[in-house]
């Protein structure tokens, strides 16, 4: 299971920015997905997740500013960021629980996915 992070980049205070993981390969199955951010010298942590039947979580630091959706179809997470603060930086990570094929067919449990973390500054 490969999970594959687009649409970071640079942003002004204010601005809006809407990061995209799409999972691919032999996908068995996939439950809570979401988004994890570091920032440098920081520990990684978690921004939002969303259930299959998605049920999401957030952050206090970013209730009313970002919002977590899935397509269950296409295997993706999204992450709608508006009103971005200069605190906001890091690079964001996605996350997913998920087995491959192989795995799901003989019964293994699912564990943690990681994407490779895309780059999201916000700065004047």
């Known amino acids: 299971v490969q999970l594959v992070e687009s649409g970071g980049g640079l942003v002004q205070p204010g601005g809006s920015l809407r990061l995209s993981c799409a999972a691919s390969?032999?996908?068995?199955?996939?439950?809570?997905m979401g988004w994890y951010r570091q920032a440098p010298g920081k520990q990684r942590e978690l921004v939002a997740s969303?259930?299959?039947?998605?049920?999401?979580k957030y952050a206090d630091s970013v209730k009313g500013r970002f919002t977590i959706s899935r397509d269950n179809a296409k295997n993706t997470v999204y992450l709608q960021m508006n009103r971005l603060k200069a605190e906001d930086t890091a690079v964001y990570y996605c996350?997913?629980?998920?087995?491959?094929?192989?795995?799901?067919?003989?019964?293994?449990?699912?564990?943690?996915?990681w994407g490779q973390g895309t780059q999201v500054t916000v700065s004047s």
């Open positions: 996350n997913a629980d998920a087995s491959s094929d192989t795995d799901y067919v003989y019964g293994f449990p699912e564990r943690a996915y």
């Open positions: 390969g032999g996908i068995g199955s996939i439950s809570d």
């Open positions: 969303i259930t299959s039947s998605s049920r999401t």
